[in-house]
């Protein structure tokens, strides 16, 4: 992707505002007035996106109507979000599926029946860590353990938002580690390092972080009571979700990982004594139920298109660095930087390649450790994407979960205990080493 024009593109301060006026119409609908009246089922996103979408269109000056809709098609339609499309029709088919020939009800019982009701919600945390940073991608983490959380909250009732949190914040700390993610390979790339530099300088951030998480999961209760669960009569039950699990950890592309599901789950029910004609029926109201999901994705692509199109991240861009200074200001602003990208992009990858050759510019003008940015814009930009409602990866967990975007929000403890690690990093310069440009000082 070329984004060195759009970079360095000088865009004038009423226009740059003007660009991303949607970002803000679409957060002070949706999260907002949400939040002030307390109850963020009133205002659906979907409503609040179709508003900030409509009213991207209107400030779009200087081309004509039909040309501002075809800016806006082409980046709802993008291959990135398409391929995101499938994963979501994917994934409510399989949801839907195991739901209703008891494999969803089999792995519940034998989980709760396995283990202590205080340990559920750490165990979820550190499975979606391991298979995170076993894969490189939170969407695939999500895609396994969601549904499965989901079921845990319902049969014991425990706070639902509470532990798919869990999930979500563990689903980061491998997307933020991993030596495959698509998020890692863009940052090294982008800084000039390599990708065993970068883990080890992450490693200074994330392990802290996923500790503090880790105990807080331990220590806060979850809702979970004691239930007396007998183990399942029907264990092979489980196998889609093994399957689903064992071949994400193998690094298999999600898409497969989730036909192979849904083909196993079909046999077992074939086996079991349901319809051919009753699973199709199933798999056809788990992808329905993916609607209002792929309608969401859809707008909000379209309309960060259009922001990006009018000069939005540029204007982001310019702004940010314009009075930096000093290694703790140089940063900040890098922190700041592919956060605030991210915001406008809801695409932790996109953010890191958008902001990358500007964050070098600055690492080199101040001597920073390009291991040191690299580890910078990775961390900043999968805290942003946890944190925003609007994530692909909020969306498809909730979605899953049967929730609001943004009611896990509120229990997000790993983001936060990240984005205190990466401030503190900055202030007290640690790790000590990487306080100066250059690789192994």
């Not at 933020?176 to 970068?198: E, P």
């Amino acid at each position: 992707m070329d984004t060195s024009a759009s970079q360095h593109k000088t865009v004038s301060v009423g226009k740059g505002l003007l660009s991303l006026s949607p970002v803000v119409l679409f957060l002070l609908l949706y999260l907002a007035v949400s939040a002030v009246i307390g109850d963020f089922y009133k205002i659906p996103i979907a409503v609040a996106l179709a508003a900030a979408c409509i009213w991207s269109i209107a400030v779009f000056r200087g081309r004509s109507l039909t040309e501002r809709i075809e800016v806006f098609s082409r980046s709802a339609g993008h291959s990135d979000i398409l391929y995101m499309v499938w994963i979501f029709i994917l994934a409510g088919a399989f949801a839907s599926l195991a739901r209703e020939i008891g494999a969803v009800e089999a792995t519940v019982s034998m989980t709760l029946h396995i283990f202590p009701a205080e340990f559920i919600v750490p165990g979820l945390f550190l499975a979606a860590c391991f298979i995170s940073l076993s894969i490189g991608t939170s969407v695939g983490t999500v895609v396994a353990l969601s549904p499965l959380a989901a079921e845990i909250a319902a049969e014991s009732g425990g706070n639902t938002p509470f532990i798919v949190a869990a999930v979500l914040g563990g689903a980061f700390f491998g997307d933020n580690l991993s030596f495959i993610s698509d998020t890692t390979i863009a940052a090294t790339r982008t800084q000039g390092c390599n990708t065993g530099d970068k883990f080890r300088a992450n490693l200074w951030l994330a392990v802290p972080a996923a500790c503090v998480t880790l105990a807080a999961y331990m220590a806060i209760p979850s809702g979970i009571g004691e239930v007396s669960a007998e183990a399942t009569d029907r264990p092979w039950l489980v196998l889609p979700y093994l399957i689903i699990i064992a071949m994400a950890v193998c690094s298999i592309n999600v898409t497969v990982v989730l036909c192979c599901g849904i083909a196993a789950t079909l046999l077992l029910g074939l086996t079991g004594g349901t319809s051919a004609t009753d699973m199709l029926g199933f798999m056809g109201g788990g992808i329905d139920s993916m609607g209002n999901l792929i309608i969401i994705t859809l707008l909000a692509a379209g309309m960060l298109g259009v922001v990006k199109a009018t000069g939005g991240i540029s204007f982001l861009l310019q702004a940010l660095t314009r009075h930096t200074s000093g290694k703790r200001g140089a940063q900040t602003c890098i922190a700041v930087l592919v956060a605030a990208v991210n915001v406008c992009t809801a695409n932790n990858t996109v953010a890191i390649i958008t902001s990358g050759s500007i964050s070098r510019d600055i690492a080199e003008r101040f001597g920073l450790d390009p291991r040191k940015t690299a580890s910078l814009l990775d961390t900043c930009s999968c805290i942003t994407q946890c944190l925003i409602p609007y994530g692909a990866q909020t969306l498809l967990a909730t979605s899953l979960a049967g929730i609001t975007p943004a009611e896990p929000w509120r229990y997000l403890i790993y983001p936060w205990a990240l984005a205190v690690c990466v401030t503190l990093s900055i202030i007290f310069g640690f790790p000590r080493k990487l306080n100066s440009s250059g690789v192994n000082k």
